[in-house]
């Protein structure tokens, strides 16, 4: 039975955990895509201009800042990917949390989820909807051991992982649409050095039924057709948002916003929520009002617990 459920890995839901972990709350973050950061990967390489003690930071910048200092505490709470919240159960002293990957019981939830779930971008081919080989988020590397691996997309996602199956996999090839990568140079680098990296290509179609045996790529300038040889596609081409519906959650809304009290408090007793999915009077959409609510929230749940703790700063 955990305290406390933080729904959505945002940089509310992010900084709720930092929080939740410093003030010892026996806490999970869950997250229904693959990637955290909410919004911030919308926009990764946005400047962003309003970031207290920043005078300026690029989006995804923050976002891994804001992951890697809650990373410090990711033993006290784990951060479950992939896991997306499909409704609330109330009971006496708890609720039961249901997901796509199962229940979770807890004496009381964070909403962070923003302004709705953000899904992995599929790969437009319909008939690889069925292919068992095609993934958007691994597990268990083993499954991959000594396996031609096809990686497609641009991104740190993709770079990442492709340099990660550099030893496991029999061989891997990284695929992307343009000459340039959005992934750190270092590791692109590191990529065009380690493994066979394709561009400017764009997976076309896939030969199989339900198992991919071969990926069609198109040169995006010459239109040429080459076919590559494969036992899995992984295919990281980001997430998009899925507007969420608020009423699930058992709790008042408004104009689809919950509706919270000064402490983050919703309707329900042991519910609370913060960031762009939230509702009060002079509410701003943005991210330094997310996180402030995110400490509230957390203040006001650690109180929850223990009415007579002091909260001090961390020393
Ligand atoms: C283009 C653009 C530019 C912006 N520029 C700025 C700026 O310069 N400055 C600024 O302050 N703000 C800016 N914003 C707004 C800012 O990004 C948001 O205010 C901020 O991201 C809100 O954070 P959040 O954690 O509340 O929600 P989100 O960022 O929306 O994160 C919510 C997370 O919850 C997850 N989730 C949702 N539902 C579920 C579920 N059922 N189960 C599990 N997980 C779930 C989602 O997948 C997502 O990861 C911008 C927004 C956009 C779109």
């Not at 992934?183 to 493994?195: D, T």
């Not at 309707?267 to 009002?289: C, D, H, P, Q, W």
């Amino acid at each position: 039975m955990y305290d406390l459920i933080i729904i959505g890995a945002g940089p509310a839901g992010l900084y709720a955990a930092t929080c939740a972990a410093m003030n010892k709350i026996k806490a999970a973050i869950i997250e229904s895509s693959s990637e955290y950061g909410g919004q911030l990967t919308l926009y990764r390489e946005k400047t962003i201009y309003d970031m207290p003690g920043f005078a300026r930071i690029n989006a995804n910048d923050l976002a891994n800042n804001l992951y890697l200092q809650y990373k410090e505490y990711e033993d006290e709470v784990p951060l479950y990917m992939n896991t997306q919240a499909t409704g609330v159960e109330e009971h006496e002293h708890f609720y039961i949390l249901h997901t796509n990957q199962g229940i979770f019981r807890t004496k009381t939830i964070l909403l962070a989820n923003g302004g709705g779930m953000f899904q992995p971008k599929k790969l437009e081919i319909p008939k690889a909807e069925k292919m068992i080989n095609v993934h958007y988020f691994i597990k268990d590397t083993s499954i991959l051991k000594d396996k031609d691996v096809v990686v497609l997309g641009g991104g740190d996602s993709a770079v990442d992982w492709a340099l990660t199956l550099v030893g496991i996999a029999k061989s891997v090839t990284l695929v992307h649409r343009r000459h340039d990568f959005r992934a750190h140079q270092h590791n692109v680098e590191h990529a065009r050095k380690k493994l066979n990296v394709m561009t400017p290509y764009v997976a076309k179609d896939v030969t199989g039924d339900f198992t991919a045996s071969e990926l069609i790529l198109e040169h995006i300038e010459t239109k040429e057709l080459v076919a590559i040889k494969t036992d899995a596609i992984l295919v990281f081409y980001g997430v998009s948002p899925v507007k969420s519906k608020m009423d699930q959650w058992l709790v008042d809304v408004k104009d689809n916003s919950i509706m919270v009290s000064p402490n983050m408090q919703t309707s329900r007793n042991g519910i609370y929520a913060v960031g762009n999915s939230v509702f009060y009077e002079g509410k701003l959409r943005m991210i330094v009002t997310a996180l402030g609510e995110a400490a509230t929230a957390i203040g006001a749940i650690t109180k929850f617990f223990y009415p007579e703790k002091t909260l001090t700063y961390k020393h």
